[in-house]
């Protein structure tokens, strides 16, 4: 099939299995990137297995039913290749890239790895040991324990409130028995989706899938399901005490997730500026929110950076950040600051923050946001692996790739009026999580 659009050829099909593969042809280097998503991660957790999805990725590509360690890195490394596994809250994800003519060889190998791995007790306890060596640097970190402490407090028993890590109670506990049945449960080819860009067309890429996986038969039993706790609105306080050199001060609030729309089209498509995609309109306050984000903790040029360093001295570092989530996620304003400003740090941030609800953005600022989304957004879709990233992480969320053009869409017709909206509706009342020396933070709420 010869498929193109107005942007390049973009195909998505749906194999007889159930695996899901988008194509992006792009032979302008000699390369093939792939990433192979499989829509389980920290999110699937129960509290007293929390890091599973972690140490499962850390050791699945050491070893398989035919191939030791040694034998997989040898495979990859003779020509030239790069495979990694990672695990983040909402998918797991399997990394390779290679020049063309040795692609078919890795991505069977990739294959051998996501259908017979044997996860060997020696290299669990191995990286069992790097896992919590990794928890109790993080402990040292104050930025990393106060963002573990705003998760905890804004999600309680939601899964979302643990570090990918896990706990170091947690994981020391976890077994081989635990790596082998969440593998089983999950790691299935109705469950994955398999995204391609480099120098390959449609047809030999979908034709190689099938090779390689298309013998894969997914389980008689349904695809598993989810029910996770409510994440209830109930701000509160709480802090670290810590004898640091200088305080960390964070707010969150709870906002949207990324949310799924509808998508009416046949199972191989070639996707255009005009498919039949859906967005409900909880979009709209997703890309507002992610302006927002952007003009207060953008760069240097932001309006935290700008009021609360440059012009009144009080910040180390500041910044914002909201990340992309399947369920309620957080819209994180933080400062690092002289242990003697903490308070005034606290007040200065949600100052910041309550303005947004009180007055409109003035023109040149929300273009300037806007430029900024856009052009990062631009820039982080320049390689085959960057496009085979984004693409294959739309599908997993559920948003389709013509979410690209549309989130784009949304963000130029942003008003001024949109951005207020938002504000009132999720920046209201703040979380907030202190790390600092207890002679400080033990004015502002009693510490933990």
């Not at 010869?2 to 000699?30: C, F, H, K, M």
């Not at 009026?417 to 009693?446: C, F, H, I, N, W």
Request: proline share 6%; net charge negative; glycine share 6%.
């Amino acid at each position: 099939m010869t498929l193109t659009s107005i942007y390049s050829p973009q195909v998505r099909t749906v194999l007889d299995n159930g695996i899901t593969v988008l194509v992006w042809e792009n032979p302008a280097a000699d390369i093939i990137a792939a990433r192979i998503f499989i829509r389980a991660g920290s999110r699937w957790e129960t509290t007293h297995q929390a890091g599973l999805s972690h140490l499962l990725s850390t050791v699945i590509t050491k070893g398989t039913e035919t191939l030791s360690s040694l034998e997989i890195a040898e495979r990859v490394e003779t020509v030239g290749a790069s495979l990694s596994a990672d695990s983040t809250t909402d998918y797991f994800l399997l990394s390779l890239k290679t020049v063309s003519a040795d692609f078919e060889e890795i991505l069977s190998l990739a294959g051998e790895l996501l259908r017979s791995p044997t996860f060997p007790q020696a290299e669990i306890e191995l990286e069992r040991r790097l896992t919590i060596q990794a928890i109790r640097s993080q402990q040292e970190q104050p930025f990393t324990v106060a963002f573990d402490q705003l998760r905890q407090i804004m999600y309680r028993e939601h899964p979302y409130a643990l570090s990918g890590l896990g706990t170091e109670e947690a994981v020391a506990r976890l077994s081989q028995e635990d790596l082998v049945n969440f593998h089983r449960t999950h790691f299935r080819p109705d469950n994955m989706v398999i995204s391609l860009s480099g120098r390959i067309d449609p047809d030999t890429a979908i034709d190689l899938v099938n090779r390689v996986f298309g013998d894969w038969y997914p389980p008689k039993d349904p695809l598993p399901s989810l029910t996770l706790p409510a994440v209830a609105s109930n701000p509160v306080r709480a802090a670290i005490a810590q004898e640091t050199q200088q305080s960390i001060v964070m707010l969150g609030y709870l906002a949207p997730p990324v949310g799924s729309p509808t998508m009416q089209a046949s199972d191989t498509q070639v996707f255009s500026h005009s498919s039949s995609v859906f967005y409900p309109d909880s979009l709209k306050d997703y890309v507002a929110l992610k302006l927002l984000n952007s003009y207060l903790g953008n760069g240097l040029s932001s309006r935290l950076f700008v009021e609360l360093r440059e012009k009144r001295g009080l910040a180390y570092e500041v910044s914002a950040f909201y990340p992309t989530r399947l369920d309620p996620a957080q819209f994180v304003v933080y400062m690092g600051t002289a242990p003697e400003n903490t308070a005034i740090a606290v007040e200065g941030l949600q100052t910041e923050v309550d303005r947004l609800r009180h007055h409109l953005l003035d023109p040149e600022d929300l273009q300037a946001a806007k430029n900024k989304v856009l052009g990062q957004y631009a820039l982080g879709k320049q390689t085959n692996a960057q496009i085979a990233q984004i693409y294959g992480w739309y599908e997993t969320l559920g948003l389709g790739i013509e979410f690209d053009h549309h989130f784009q869409e949304q963000v130029t017709i942003v008003s001024a009026e949109d951005t207020q909206a938002v504000a009132q509706r999720y920046l209201v009342e703040p979380y907030v999580s202190l790390v600092g020396p207890s002679t400080v933070v033990k004015g502002l709420v009693d510490p933990l």
